[in-house]
């Protein structure tokens, strides 16, 4: 069960509009490591994770990584607001308004649209928590990329703030899987999977 | 007067630490550092709000904050709108 509150987790108020940007940024919303997938990822994974742990940040970052597609909507939201028609058309997002107008879109930078193929939940804890730690970094690396092409202070704050939490998200992680190695085996430290085996 | 921008941020900035500590919580469950911690940071969000809430209605955060009227929930702003005085509030 989920609650809304009706606030972003870090502002988003941006002055300056600019459709190029947004096209960009989406990717963050739909694309292959962008916050659609990690919350789908990671809330997913709950149901097979056999500690408690494990279960609890599971849903704590599958929950915050919603706030984050919030927080990536408002800004490509509030990049593309009163364009007129040179600016759509100058910008090359011609493509991105004919098929959605200015409407938020799950869709990557590329053009491709989100697919659960971004993501996996494989039952098994080892194999799980490593896709997190590469998923974290990969939308870490996405993050910097977006920082070294934007100039603009009111949208590198807020993405700033949500390349920090994909760091501080790894080490959670990276606490999860100690946790779990620490219960398995010493045999069995990396291919074991006690809720199945 | 605490302005409400200000108050509001720091509204915002407790319940940032208070989420934080408790994702650090769910992998250091025995902490007790980290608990006291949280019980610091809620108190002077209860303060905070208590002041919020003496110069400027009701904090809605949730619909469980509604006390009166429904419009108090669905009142704008959203949280994706731009913050007013900018002159910005409108759609294309």
């Not at chain 1, 870090?10 to 919350?39: H, T």
């Not at chain 1, 509030?78 to 040179?86: A, F, I, M, S, V």
């Amino acid at each position: 069960m989920w609650q809304y509150e009706k606030r972003l987790q870090y502002p988003v108020n941006i002055k300056n509009p600019n459709p190029k940007m947004a096209q960009l940024i989406i990717s963050q919303y739909g694309g292959p490591d962008g916050e659609s997938a990690a919350a789908l990822r990671y809330l997913s994974q709950r149901f097979s994770m056999p500690y408690a742990e494990l279960k609890g940040i599971l849903t704590d970052i599958g929950t915050e990584e919603l706030a984050h597609l919030e927080m990536v909507g408002a800004i490509v939201h509030q990049l593309t607001r009163n364009l007129n028609e040179k600016q759509i058309q100058d910008c090359g997002f011609a493509p991105y308004f004919v098929d959605h107008t200015v409407g938020v879109y799950p869709v990557a930078a590329s053009g491709n649209p989100f697919t659960a193929e971004y993501l996996q939940s494989k039952g098994d804890l080892i194999t799980d928590l490593h896709e997190d730690l590469a998923a974290e970094q990969k939308a870490r690396t996405t993050y910097d990329n977006l920082l070294r092409m934007i100039d603009d202070p009111d949208v590198r704050e807020p993405l700033k703030f949500l390349r920090q939490r994909e760091i501080v998200h790894f080490q959670r992680f990276g606490e999860g899987l100690r946790i779990a190695q620490d219960r398995l085996n010493s045999k069995n430290f990396y291919a074991f999977n006690p809720s199945f085996d | 007067m605490v302005c409400k921008t200000a108050i509001e941020k720091r509204i915002s900035a407790y319940h940032f630490a208070l989420y934080d500590l408790a994702l650090f919580l769910n992998t250091h469950p025995c902490d007790q550092q980290a608990m006291q911690l949280r019980h610091v940071y809620k108190e002077r969000l209860c303060k905070l709000i208590d002041e919020y809430e003496q110069h400027y209605g009701k904090y809605i955060r949730t619909q469980d904050d509604v006390e009166h009227s429904w419009s108090e929930w669905i009142c704008d702003p959203w949280p994706w709108d731009v913050a007013k005085g900018d002159g910005c509030c409108v759609a294309i």
